[in-house]
């Protein structure tokens, strides 16, 4: 049996974009959350110490509540870069695995 052309012609671009749903790579998600996290923590920190003055980060300082070790100092930015990072990796990782399940059941 032959088969003709038309059976093998491509889906339109609206049809293939609307029958498939894209899965994300959880540890790609995980490790971009991570570094998002930790950078941000390490940027927000030096900037309130180069920044100086009396009282210094108030409102930062309460993350020494959660992150043991935690300081707003040079060092304490590095210890809540790696806290960041490891909870932004964490919740990353869980919120792309998460949302495969999702898609994998409704599919």
Same mark, same amino acid.
């Given at each position: 049996?032959?088969?003709?052309?038309?059976?093998?012609?491509?889906?339109?671009?609206?049809?293939?974009? !609307?029958?498939?749903?894209?899965?994300?790579? /959880?540890?790609?998600?995980?490790? /971009?959350?991570?570094?998002?996290?930790?950078?941000?923590? !390490?940027?927000?920190?030096?900037?309130?110490?180069?920044?100086? +003055?009396?009282?210094?980060?108030?409102?930062?300082?309460?993350? &020494?509540?959660? !992150?043991? *070790?935690?300081?707003?100092?040079?060092?304490? &930015?590095?210890? +809540? /870069?790696?806290? *960041?990072?490891?909870?932004?990796?964490?919740?990353?990782?869980?919120?792309?695995?998460?949302?495969?399940?999702?898609?994998?059941?409704?599919?």
């Amino acid at each position: 049996m032959v088969q003709s052309n038309l059976d093998k012609r491509p889906l339109p671009t609206d049809e293939k974009l !609307f029958s498939s749903v894209l899965l994300l790579n /959880a540890k790609v998600v995980g490790l /971009a959350l991570g570094l998002i996290f930790g950078l941000g923590i !390490f940027v927000a920190t030096n900037w309130l110490v180069i920044k100086g +003055g009396d009282r210094v980060g108030p409102h930062l300082i309460l993350l &020494s509540q959660y !992150f043991i *070790g935690y300081r707003v100092t040079f060092v304490g &930015s590095l210890i +809540g /870069a790696a806290y *960041g990072f490891t909870l932004g990796t964490i919740c990353g990782a869980l919120m792309g695995w998460i949302y495969n399940k999702i898609v994998r059941f409704r599919h």
